[in-house]
Structures are given as C-alpha cells and as structure tokens.
C-alpha cells in the first residue's frame, strides 16, 4: 500500500493476511471490524501502526480509517468512473472515425466525380478526430493529478497551555472562515492539531487530539459544511512546530490546530 505522509511524498507499507482494518465512526468513537483489507482505496487517509523488518519495510499491524474519510474516498473513487467512460467512448468514436476515413479514401479512389464531396467529408472527420485526442489527453492529465491537493487559504486557532478550549473570539473568526470556504468549488476541510514541547509525549499528542476534535465540533456546528466535506482530524502531536525556541512565547505558538481549505486538482481539473 502507497501512502503520502507528511514526512515523506510516498511511503510504501506492507499488507499481510493478519493486517488488521478498523474503521471508525460516529460521534461515539464506535469501531467496526473488516475482514479483511479489501475496503481499502486510493484516496482514503489512513492511520497505520506496525514495526519495521529486517530490510528496512514497515508491515503494517493494523489500519485504522474514520467513517468519514472511507465515505470521502469512495465518493471520490465513484466520480472517476463517468471519466472513464467518457474516455473510452472517445477511444471507440476514435476508431470509428479512422475507419470512416479508410472508407472514404476507397471511395475517393472508385469514383473521381465525388472527389470534391469526399475531401470536405475527410476535413469534417479530422477535425472530429482531434477533437476526440483533445478530450482523451484531458483526461488524462486529469488522472495524474488525483493525489495532488491545493491549498486555497488556512486559519490557526491557538490555545492556553494544556488546555483544548476555543476561545469566543477564535470561534467567530473560524465560523466565518468556513462559511467561506463552502463558496470554494470542489473544496475539503482538513484539521490538524498541534501541542508545545511543554510535558510528556503522550500528554501532547492527547491535547493535540483534543484541540483538533474541539476545532472539528465547531466546523460542524456551523451546519454550513457536510460531513464528506471533512477530512479525518489529524493530530500531530510535537511535530512541524513553528518555532524551535523554548520560550513561553515561542511555545504558545505551538499550542495550534490549523484548518486548511484544499481542492483536489483532479477533481476540479
């Protein structure tokens, strides 16, 4: 499985028969168990936990996915099958147009007093020809860009020290923030939360998890994005700080979750 992390732009992880899939959902925090990982597909942000083996290759223990981002990837992956009939009904138009032109040339060749009929038939057919290579390269070049993301504008919501609470004010400026964002054409909402250095590594990657949730109940109580709108919230815990200095202020810098406005290139392409 290809996965696209923030540390790396591909990172290949292996799938075994005991790899396990839980997808999670619900406000609750409910968990359904997969048989297997076939529910897996392009597009779907995943959290993997697993070791590394002797050559160096993580094999993954368990995949866990929110019941959000299956519904988002599944309803991206849908949208790709009109495109591929459109391609293929040209690639099929594509030869029937050059067997139309096949036909012609005989013609042509059998009776010279339509010559003059037969050229302007051949121009009508070429231009319908290109026309069908222009759509086809379209398409393709739209494939190519699926997992290409464009940023379109973010907000940074910051927070007391260990504390996940979004203050009145944050509150109304992410409100209108995302009232925006729902005017984007083909838009998604990602969220990602974020601790100071301050405490113990499990402590920061609670309150990022917490503050990342905090900012998430917000977006959705506005009633203004839907859920497939939303990526899973991601909490980051320590990392991508926005300053290395351990002063009170450069720290407080770091107590953030960032709402980032994208847009897949391939869908809007």
């Known amino acids: 499985m290809s996965v696209k992390t923030a540390d790396s732009p591909r990172l290949t992880v292996l799938l075994s028969d005991s790899t396990r899939a839980t997808e999670k959902g619900g406000f609750l925090g409910l968990s359904r168990q997969h048989p297997g990982i076939a529910d897996l597909v392009p597009g779907l942000a995943v959290k993997v936990e697993g070791a590394y083996d002797s050559d160096h290759q993580l094999v993954a223990k368990k995949v866990t996915f929110s019941r959000t981002a299956m519904n988002t990837a599944r309803q991206i992956d849908a949208g790709l099958h009109p495109v591929n009939q459109q391609v293929a009904a040209a690639q099929d138009q594509l030869k029937s147009d050059r067997r139309d032109i096949e036909q012609s040339q005989q013609d042509t060749a059998k009776n010279s007093q339509d010559i003059d ?15 069908n290579k222009q759509a086809i390269g379209q398409a393709n070049q739209r494939f190519t860009t699926l997992d290409q993301y464009e940023d379109k504008g973010s907000i940074t919501v910051n927070f007391a020290n260990g504390k996940a609470t979004v203050s009145k004010k944050d509150k109304d400026q992410l409100t209108d923030f995302v009232k925006t964002a729902a005017t984007t054409p083909g838009y998604m909402i990602e969220v990602q939360g974020y601790a100071s250095a301050v405490g113990s590594a499990a402590l920061n990657q609670r309150l990022s998890s ?4 905090a900012v998430l109940a917000i977006i959705q109580q506005t009633g203004v994005v839907p859920m497939t709108r939303i990526l899973a919230p991601a909490a980051m815990g320590t990392t991508n700080p926005v300053s290395e200095d351990h002063t009170r202020s450069a720290q407080a810098q770091n107590r953030r979750v960032v709402v980032t406005i994208v847009v897949n290139k391939g869908i809007t392409g």
């Not at 917490?210 to 949730?213: M, P, S, T, W, Y």
């Open 117 to 131: 009929a037969t050229k302007q038939g051949l121009a009508t057919t070429t231009a319908d020809t290109a026309t």
């Open 210 to 213: 917490e503050r990342a949730d």
